[in-house]
């Protein structure tokens, strides 16, 4: 059974750092897309970072120098990381992991996600 959880979720306040994990198994992830995204309260879901499947990571403008994705592998999971500093108000949203798989697929849309994690910054 494939699983996605996150963890690492809290409330902070502006300025502050926090450090979300997600354990992936059940699966080797072998050229998966390790991405999180994230629910600000009331909008869509939107992009924040991914490690693609040729180990390149992207990230959206507004965590482009705050964020940090890692990617660790063990022999059965795989933990994928987001260090968030310098955190913003904005940055409230339920941060989700997912995993896009590769690109013989033919599409790229998340094959699997986690539950998600709360993360709320107050001023």
């Known amino acids: 059974q494939v699983q996605l959880v996150e963890s690492g979720g809290g409330q902070v306040q502006d300025g502050d750092s926090l450090r979300l994990s997600c354990v992936a198994s059940?699966?080797?992830?072998?050229?998966?897309?390790m991405t999180w995204y994230r629910q600000p309260p009331g909008k869509a879901r939107e992009f924040v970072a991914t490690?693609?499947?040729?180990?390149?990571?992207?990230?959206t403008d507004s965590a482009k120098g705050r964020f940090t994705l890692s990617r660790d592998n063990t022999k059965n999971t795989v933990t994928l990381y987001l260090q968030m500093n310098s955190l913003k108000p904005e940055d409230t949203a339920v941060y989700y992991c997912a995993a896009i798989p590769p690109p013989t697929a033919g599409h790229s849309d998340p094959e699997y996600w986690g539950q998600g994690t709360q993360v709320t910054v107050t001023s």
């Open positions: 059940g699966r080797t992830f072998s050229g998966y897309a």
């Open positions: 490690l693609s499947w040729s180990g390149s990571i992207f990230y």
